[in-house]
């Protein structure tokens, strides 16, 4: 698999870039997700997720990606009822987030290593330990 695109993440004031896919455990956003148009090799999902934390909430703000009638994705599509921002409850997982230079470029999914990676831990949706790796550069 080629490397992916990640996720956009606001968090603390910082537009960040996930190492993660929190829409990947919601049953409900997977099952329209077929109408997807896949057609990337660096987006097999089809789409690129806009997140925000507020309140040690993981919020999902916005989604980028076309449908297969030619449209747009919108948030309204996937959460009914939802256009401009859905708490992400569905979600307990931990998000990785790249910080620095990459040390070890891995051509497959997130697999890639850098200088720094800064996890957040999620329960339902919920912040609950936020931690930072630092990785030995590879020689």
């Known amino acids: 698999?080629?490397?992916?695109?990640?996720?956009?993440?606001r968090y603390k004031n910082e537009q960040l870039s996930m190492l993660s896919n929190p829409l990947g455990y919601c049953d409900s956003?997977?099952?329209?997700?077929?109408?997807?148009?896949i057609d990337c090799t660096a987006l097999w999902r089809g789409y690129i997720g806009n997140w925000e934390i507020i309140d040690d909430r993981l919020y999902l703000v916005g989604?980028?990606?076309?449908?297969?009638?030619?449209?747009k994705a919108s948030l309204d599509?996937?959460?009914?009822?939802?256009?401009?921002?859905?708490?992400?409850h569905w979600y307990s997982g931990t998000i990785r987030i790249p910080k620095g230079e990459c040390?070890?470029?891995?051509?497959?999914?997130?697999a890639s290593e850098y200088?720094?990676?800064?996890?957040?831990?999620?329960?339902?949706?919920v912040i609950t330990?936020?931690?930072?790796?630092t990785n030995s550069a590879v020689k």
Do not use: C
């Open 1 to 9: 698999m080629t490397a992916q695109f990640g996720e956009n993440l």
């Open 29 to 37: 956003f997977n099952e329209k997700a077929k109408d997807l148009v």
């Open 63 to 71: 989604i980028n990606g076309e449908l297969r009638n030619g449209s």
């Open 77 to 88: 599509y996937f959460f009914p009822g939802f256009p401009d921002i859905v708490f992400a």
């Open 103 to 110: 040390i070890k470029y891995v051509h497959m999914g997130y």
């Open 115 to 125: 200088e720094q990676e800064l996890y957040i831990f999620v329960e339902q949706g």
């Open 129 to 133: 330990e936020v931690d930072t790796v």
